[in-house]
């Protein structure tokens, strides 16, 4: 008995020094972002603009890209506020000329890039039945050939200097195709296959190449969605499961949690219960979790409405979408610039 209890002691203590010894790696490796270039595609907002906060603190020089340059000015002045270094560039990351006329001026004006964030995103919901090959198109462009065009046009300066880093963020929805968001799901999945094979061949380099699958995130977003059929019930439902602390997990905490996988060069980061637990039963019993979907997918609203017409979030706000259910996402509407 006693020898049983003396293996379980040195055991605990064997893997209590591992793991210490880990944390103190992890720690003397961690990339530092002072004084490094940083671009962050969809930086003018949300998600981008709240990880462009946390590595301004940290002493980064940003370079922000979107498509609007109002809200780029405003991201700018905010962060120039604080002390930051911004550039910020009107860029449409789905246009290749654009984006390598983007890194042109950056590299001209700040130097070569250190940090490619790819960020940039679009959300279509409703049924698949009402989504046209419009929203698919789009979906692919912003999610998997925008991030194409910014690594090709930052590798050879990265390859060159024998160094970079590379977060492309993803989606749960790149691991699990989830109903009523398929355009969203299928172009998540082509940017997770990108992303986990270009860290396999990019590591010879020293470019490390990092793919975040994070779960839902109360950014403020939903206002920004493309919502079909039944525009109304979709968006309430989508914007009640963005806004509960229950299925989502904050911006801020997101954004740290994403950071931290990046400065530490994992190669996968996933962020809430839900997601992690998602991922894990879809790897064990993928039959099983997509009959589940299927399952959740008959409770969901159906097609009509506006059928294969477009509607902004903003646009369908209905009673129960501007309800205290959904307090939270507005509150983080204000916050990031949505």
Known sequence: ???????????????????????????????????K???????SRGLGLVMARQLAKEGARLV???????????????????????????????????????ITNVQNEFGPIDVLINNAGIIHAGPVTEMTVQEFDEAI?????????????????????????????ASIGGKISVPHLVPYSASKFALVGLSEGLREELAKYNITVTTATPGLIRTGSPGHAIVKGQHKKEYALFKIMDSSPLSSMSAEATAAK???????????????????????????APSLTNNMLGLINRALPNEGGIGKERASGHASESPLSQSALTERTDKAAQRNNE
């Open 64 to 102: 922000l890209c979107a498509r609007d340059a109002n809200e780029l000015e405003d991201a700018r002045m905010e962060l120039a506020g604080k002390g930051a270094e911004v550039l910020v560039i009107k860029c449409d990351v789905t246009n290749q000329q654009q984006v390598n006329d983007t």
């Open 141 to 169: 462009q912003t999610h998997y050939w925008g991030p194409v065009y910014t690594t090709l046009a930052v590798l050879p300066v990265m390859k060159a200097r024998g160094e970079g880093r590379i977060l492309n963020i």
């Open 258 to 284: 994403i950071l931290d996988a990046l400065r530490h060069g994992d190669a996968h980061v996933t962020t809430t219960v839900p997601a992690k637990l998602g991922a894990l039963l879809h790897g064990i």
């Open 37 to 43: 270039t940083v671009l962050i595609t969809g930086g």
């Open 1 to 35: 008995m006693k020898t049983d209890k003396s293996n379980v002691w040195w055991l605990t203590l064997g893997a209590g020094a591992l793991l210490a010894a880990r944390a103190v790696y992890r720690n003397l490796t961690a990339y530092n972002f002072s004084g």
